[in-house]
């Protein structure tokens, strides 16, 4: 594997916002989260020509964005003594 002095160090930066709503005696609750997450300088093994002595470079060659919403909604709509 051939060694590259350009590389530099892969970061991460990731923000989330949360909320936790819970009604009715805890019968009925809702868990919401947003979130945005991005990586970049992603580091890669790349293959390159055999001719040159080695097999494959590490570079850095990515950047991924995920961005999403979780949403969890929890409901308790019998409750008769032990029963639920």
Wanted: negative net charge.
């Amino acid at each position: 594997m051939r060694g590259n002095p350009d590389l530099q160090p892969e970061r991460t930066r990731e923000y989330e916002l949360g909320l936790e709503l819970q009604f009715l005696q805890n019968r009925l609750s809702a868990d919401m989260a947003v979130y945005d997450r991005r990586t970049v300088n992603q580091i890669y093994s790349v293959p390159i020509s055999p001719a040159t002595g080695f097999v494959s470079q590490i570079v850095n060659a990515g950047e991924i964005a995920n961005r999403g919403l979780e949403l969890t909604v929890n409901a308790t709509p019998v409750k008769v003594g032990d029963f639920t």
